[in-house]
């Protein structure tokens, strides 16, 4: 695993820092590259579980072969009656739950990090209309709607059913808390490159958070089936430094008509 990771490593130092962007890609068999903290550690415990249920699986199989071939009728005519036997029955009991007990642990841990937002810097609430989002900076005072941009209007270069006309936009190496909810039905704000999926409910906030490490364009997809168009509700986060996002606002909040004097 730390020879993958370190692959990865090399992988992401070959990346230009800019233009980097993480969506599904046609016969995508595995995950997107974590980009936040808790992608990581998803990514890390799912390697760590594949390794166990391999393990369990090659034993199970390496036995059965065992006793298909050493009992067969030709080696074996006159079966054992035996239907019971304390020390295995206590054996096979056993090694499961510590196995269980073993990956509750690190699960469990995960679960704790994935809810618990740590103090965040900035707030971003996320909801769900049929069929398009719309984001609110609570502590900046902007809202704006986010729409599917459709098909025959996509500039070259752009992803189909993936972009929209206006994206998220966050700073890295920030604590960022997303509260999500509804304005009709339950939707669900995914993006899988963060490890993140949160349903939205109508009359509840959701709450969950991410840490994005690198700049980049991030996109995910309405995860909840809500209606015709649920497919056409993409989400689309753009991470870039703290100082650019610095400056986004500042022109998010300056009028965009020059003021008459007086
Ligand atoms: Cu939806």
Same mark, same amino acid.
């Given at each position: 695993m730390r020879g993958f990771h370190f692959l990865l490593g090399i992988f992401f130092f070959l %990346?230009? $820092?800019?233009g980097y962007a993480d969506y599904p890609r046609p016969w995508q068999m595995y995950y997107q590259d974590p980009v936040t903290p808790v992608m990581e550690h998803l990514y890390a415990f799912h390697a760590t579980l594949l390794v166990i249920e391999g393990l369990i699986v090659f034993t199970v199989a390496a036995l059965l072969i065992f006793v298909v071939i050493r009992f067969r009728a030709s080696k074996n005519a006159v079966p054992s009656k035996m239907a019971h036997n304390t020390l295995l029955e206590i054996i096979w009991t056993t090694i499961p739950v510590l196995i269980l007990a073993f990956i509750a642990f690190p699960s469990f841990k995960l679960l704790y990090m994935m809810d618990v937002t740590p103090k965040s810097q900035l707030t971003i609430k996320a909801t769900g209309n049929q069929w398009y989002w719309t984001y609110e900076y609570p502590d900046h005072n902007i809202r704006f709607d986010s729409n599917i941009v459709p098909e025959d209007q996509l500039k070259p270069g752009q992803l189909r059913l993936f972009e929209v006309d206006n994206r998220v936009i966050v700073p890295t190496h920030t604590n960022i808390r997303v509260i999500t909810t509804s304005s009709d039905v339950v939707h669900s704000w995914a993006v899988p490159a963060f490890g993140v999926k949160r349903d939205s409910i109508p009359g509840r906030l959701n709450e969950t958070w991410f840490h994005v490490k690198q700049e980049g364009v991030y996109y995910g997809q #309405? $995860?909840? %089936? #809500? +209606?015709?168009?649920? +497919?056409?509700m993409p989400i689309v986060i753009e991470a870039i430094s703290p100082a650019k996002f610095e400056q986004w606002l500042a022109s998010k909040k300056s009028p965009s008509q020059p003021t008459s004097g007086g």
């Open positions: %990346l230009p $820092s800019r #309405c $995860s909840e %089936l #809500c +209606g015709v168009k649920h +497919g056409f």
